[in-house]
């Protein structure tokens, strides 16, 4: 699976859009962005992912570029309740593979 | 969506004793759930891959004997830890997803494990 780098840490105020990006630059055709989060003491949660086209959720925006090699995650309006560690990982399509988690994103939203 | 439902979440027990964890898809079948461990600070780090009826597939540096897997059912994998020390002390998360197409893995709440 491809590798992806993020920024160790970001700020964001309450209620402004959160912007997280990621760096895959040696992705694959056939490899996914997935993002997912991870609230202090509590598992993984799936926010969203995508193979090349921009996608929606009602929790946040994926925009890929369209030479694939990053991607954006947008939240729309951020809470103090997103405040997590965020990690983008590029995996071939299919919950049946591993997924390789690298130190991700934490992101604080300030009041 | 996708639940995984993971228990028990917090266990603190004696050195030397073993830990059996759950891990149950409560909504949709599983044919392979994974198993995690992360330490404070620290990103989550695979230990194992779970399949049904089958073996689990350890990643390397994992003892096998120390940590047994079983995966009886599509809904159902048991994580134990067996003789446990401080040192297994440990979040302990896993994951299961359907298989089918791009769908993503969903994670249990984790097990937070502590050895005294």
């Known amino acids: 699976d491809a590798k992806t780098t993020q920024p160790p840490s970001m700020d964001c105020a309450e209620g402004r859009a959160a912007n997280l990006p990621c760096n895959h630059s040696?992705?694959?055709?056939?490899?996914?962005v997935y993002w997912y989060r991870q609230i202090h003491s509590q598992g993984p949660q799936y926010i969203i992912h995508?193979?090349?086209n921009n996608e929606t959720n009602e929790m946040a925006s994926l925009i890929i570029t369209e030479d694939r090699k990053s991607s954006t995650l947008i939240l729309p309006h951020a809470t103090l309740r997103d405040t997590a560690v965020y990690y983008c990982i590029v995996r071939s399509g299919g919950s049946n593979y591993k997924l390789t988690f690298g130190k991700g994103t934490l992101l604080t939203v300030n009041p | 969506g996708a639940v995984v439902s993971q228990h028990p979440s917090w266990v603190i027990c004696k050195s030397g004793t073993s830990v059996k964890i759950e891990c149950r898809s409560l909504?949709?079948?599983?044919?392979?759930m994974f198993w995690y461990r992360q330490f404070p600070k620290q990103s989550l780090m695979l230990m194992a891959t779970?399949?049904?009826?089958?073996?689990?597939?350890?990643e390397q540096g994992v003892e096998k004997d120390k940590f047994l897997i079983n995966h009886a059912s599509l809904t159902l994998s048991t994580l134990t830890v067996t003789s446990a020390h401080p040192e297994d002390s440990s979040f302990y998360i896993c994951?299961?997803?359907?298989?089918?197409?791009?769908?993503?893995?969903?994670f249990g709440d984790g097990t937070r494990l502590s050895i005294l």
């Open positions: 040696t992705i694959s055709g056939n490899e996914y």
């Open positions: 994951s299961a997803g359907s298989g089918q197409g791009s769908q993503p893995q969903h």
């Open positions: 995508g193979l090349k």
């Open positions: 909504d949709f079948q599983a044919t392979t």
């Open positions: 779970s399949n049904e009826g089958s073996k689990a597939t350890y």
